[in-house]
């Protein structure tokens, strides 16, 4: 449009998620994924990083913002011209609808991408647009599942994929003379990655609502760290940091004052 301005992040986002309605879908999905395969590109489609685009509400509110996300990114987060990726003071319910469709796009490009024998990695571009990290890394997850990949090709994409790309190859296999890199799960992620969390997955047994899963152990070049210790302290951390501190983001689902 011609009063559109690059420097207002509002407006390169916006309009970001509206040129992707423009792109003709039988050139993405055919000859521009085909070229991609061919030419050996890795694709890492960091997701997570913008899903809060297609639906601000819900990234704001999202319960584990109380015990694993810093007072410090709260505010980082909160619209603000000031910062960097934290653009939604007008964000519009059209604006989430362009960014869904573009999502839908995105899925399907990595989808086909994937089928054809692209190289498929994984990242995630946190912590930014409410977007928490390791929340953010096992969200990542859920969304190439959500793209139509088996779990058994998103757990490759992040792991021997990503170390290829990263031109590792003695990282992403369990392998004699490989290095010990591993997070040992209490709980099949093929089954539900919400198993990854580090607060795991919900789950029924005996009329009772419980939890399962979450990562026990994190084995870092042959260096075991308990998990549950660690995030014991992230907890800690998250709690001292909003001693004394108002959230900013309650006030803006208040009844308006007259």
């Known amino acids: 449009p011609p009063d559109y301005n ?3 992040e509002a407006d390169r986002f916006r309009h970001a998620g509206a040129i992707w309605q423009k792109a003709p879908e039988k050139i993405l999905f055919g000859e521009v ?16 990083a913008y899903e809060a685009n297609r639906d ?59 089928k054809r024998g692209g190289h498929l990695s994984y990242a995630v571009d946190d912590p930014y647009i409410w977007n928490t990290s390791g929340i953010a890394n096992v969200r990542e ?3 190439m599942h959500e793209a139509g990949l088996h779990p058994l090709e998103v757990i490759r994409s992040a792991t021997r994929n990503s170390a290829i790309t990263l031109r590792k190859p003695e990282l992403g296999l369990i392998q ?27 789950d029924f047994r005996d009329n009772e609502i419980t939890h399962r899963g979450g990562v026990r152990w994190t084995i870092k070049g042959g260096v075991v760290f308990d998990n549950q210790k660690l995030i014991e302290e992230v907890i800690t951390v998250v ?20």
Do not use: C
Request: net charge neutral; hydrophobic share 40%; glycine share 6%.
């Open 6 to 8: 690059y420097m207002d």
């Open 33 to 48: 994924v085909d070229r991609l395969v061919k030419s050996g590109v890795a694709m890492i489609p960091t997701m997570s």
């Open 56 to 114: 601000l509400n819900r990234a704001m509110g999202l319960p584990w913002h109380e015990n694993f996300t810093h007072a410090q990114l709260i505010e980082w987060y909160f619209p603000n011209p000031k910062y960097h990726g934290s653009y939604h003071w007008n964000w519009t319910s059209k604006d989430e609808q362009r960014w869904s469709d573009t999502f839908r796009k995105w899925q399907r490009l990595i989808y086909e991408f994937n």
């Open 141 to 143: 997850l859920q969304l």
């Open 176 to 202: 004699t003379g490989f290095i010990a890199d591993l997070a040992i799960i209490d709980g099949n992620p093929l089954e539900n990655f919400h198993f990854l969390y580090a607060f795991g997955g919900m």
């Open 239 to 258: 709690k001292e940091s909003k001693e004394n501190w108002a959230n900013p983001v309650p006030k803006l689902f208040m009844p308006m004052n007259k």
